[in-house]
């Protein structure tokens, strides 16, 4: 039996939509048996008042011609103007918003990208760049603004993680670097510092700190202990600054005036620098 223009155009595209649907892999079958249905022209409402609020469908009993234009069914009738049949089909697939790592993620990746690295002695410039890049979105989502004031400050820190040259004593032979742990205690009451080397060498230093914002300290050195008994007042040069970046219970990051970075393990909290 021939079919009428309207059943053939209908049967056209409602083939060329199952054929691209099929292809959208994101595309459920529902979705592709609602534009099946919806598709076939000869079910359309023709009185305007019974089609759904979401479907809106031409009146007009002219010739059409349908045109597809990304989700609408676009119909011309032969006088020229234009009429839209919309309905509720999307023919892109939606992208969910990528969420963002937590704090604890972030941490945890930090923690595995500086273990091997011999607390920042062996890195490459490529784990340099890596290291700094964690520790910028871990400062990103820092909850304490005010780091001098926070109780959070006090205790004994283990150094994990420096690019200080001068700590790392990289210009020594291996055997004669600190190979022992590095701690950094701080009171942030009495602004009281104190940086500990141990095996082989043992070295001290305590520290005044000077509050130059809530986040930011300048470091005056004052007592070098030698081999951990031997005091040396410190020499006038000995001073810089120091920023902390980040800080909860249990990771603080710190940047310092001459660009290094400095990422600390709280291992103490109760630990107090003496007077």
Same mark, same amino acid.
């Not at 926070?150 to 200080?164: A, P, Q, R």
């Given at each position: ?37 919806? /598709?076939?022209?000869?079910? =359309? ?10 479907? *809106? ?78 520790? *910028? ?104 600054? =120091?920023? /902390? ?8 990051? *710190? ?21």
């Amino acid at each position: 039996m021939a079919r009428s223009r309207p059943q053939l155009y209908s049967g056209i595209l409602s083939q060329f939509l199952l054929h691209f649907l099929h292809s959208q892999s994101s595309i459920s079958f529902t979705m592709a048996t609602m534009a099946t249905c919806a /598709i076939s022209i000869s079910t =359309l409402p023709r009185n305007p008042q019974r089609v759904p609020s979401h479907i *809106s469908v031409p009146t007009k009993q002219s010739e059409r011609r349908f045109l597809l234009n990304t989700g609408n069914l676009e119909v011309c009738n032969c006088e020229g103007s234009v009429e839209k049949w919309r309905v509720g089909i999307s023919f892109f697939p939606s992208f969910q918003k990528k969420k963002g790592k937590s704090r604890e993620e972030i941490k945890e990746e930090l923690f595995q990208a500086i273990e091997p690295l011999d607390r920042g002695a062996e890195a490459t410039p490529e784990d340099k760049e890596r290291i700094d890049q964690i520790a *910028s979105e871990l400062e990103a989502v820092n909850t304490i603004k005010e780091p001098l004031k926070s109780d959070l400050l006090n205790g004994k820190w283990e150094l994990i993680y420096t690019t200080s040259r001068s700590i790392l004593a990289t210009e020594r032979p291996k055997f004669l670097r600190p190979n022992g742990k590095i701690y950094q205690a701080i009171n942030a009451d009495t602004l009281r510092a104190q940086n500990m080397e141990t095996w082989p060498y043992f070295n001290q230093v305590t520290a005044n700190l000077v509050p130059l914002s809530s986040t930011r300290v300048a470091v005056r050195f004052d007592t070098f202990k030698i081999l951990g008994f031997i005091p040396i007042k410190a020499p006038g040069r000995g001073k810089g600054e =120091l920023e /902390i970046t980040y800080l909860d219970e249990e990771i603080r990051v *710190s940047r310092g005036d001459k660009g290094n970075l400095f990422i600390l393990k709280m291992v103490d909290p109760t630990y107090r620098v003496p007077l």
